[in-house]
């Protein structure tokens, strides 16, 4: 018989606030980058042209108003025998990452990141398309836990 996972229940680690504000500077580039590239088919003397790049700017603002929701919606769970990741607000995820498959705990810093004392944690794992990390970890943090990872996924490996 199997269990269902306790999700809602369970004690999740959250990633830092700060984390909110290279997000936010990110979706602004690229939203405002987006309008300004808009604006050139202000040429054609259209009502259309004008409204295209009005509703990229109102993208924008509605995306980077959701960013400070979102980043608290990261959070992370060390569980007995995996890593609980979870991402979203309206589509959420939950990865479950066995420590037994973690190839790899990489830790990157951006110059931004970097500046708020942060790390982004990336994980390799045994399969080709995985694709898991956690975002705005404090530095201190993010070294804590890698070497845990790592402690946990060779005492996992050496059982196989």
């Known amino acids: 018989m199997t269990t269902r996972l306790d999700l809602e229940g369970a004690t999740w680690t959250r ?3 700060k984390y909110k504000w290279p997000e936010m500077v990110r979706f602004a580039v690229i939203g405002l980058v987006a ?22 700017l109102v993208v924008t603002v509605v995306t980077v108003a959701f960013v400070p ?10 569980r007995e025998d995996d890593l609980l990741v979870r991402h979203g607000i309206f589509f959420l995820r939950f990865v479950a990452v066995p420590y037994g498959r973690m ?3 990489d830790i990157n810093r ?3 990141v970097r500046a708020l ?30 070497d845990r990872l790592v402690e946990l996924a060779e005492s996992r490996r050496a059982g196989l």
Do not use: C, K, M, N
């Open 35 to 56: 309008s300004a590239l808009s604006a050139l088919t202000w040429f054609f003397d259209a009502w259309w042209t004008y409204g295209l790049t009005g509703a990229l």
């Open 110 to 112: 951006g110059p931004i």
């Open 15 to 17: 990633i830092s606030p």
């Open 69 to 78: 929701r979102r980043v608290r919606a990261i959070g992370y769970q060390l």
């Open 103 to 105: 190839q790899l705990i």
């Open 117 to 146: 004392g942060l790390s982004d944690l990336e994980f390799v794992t045994a399969a080709a398309s995985s694709s898991v990390g956690i975002p705005g970890v404090p530095v201190d943090e993010a070294e804590r836990l890698r």
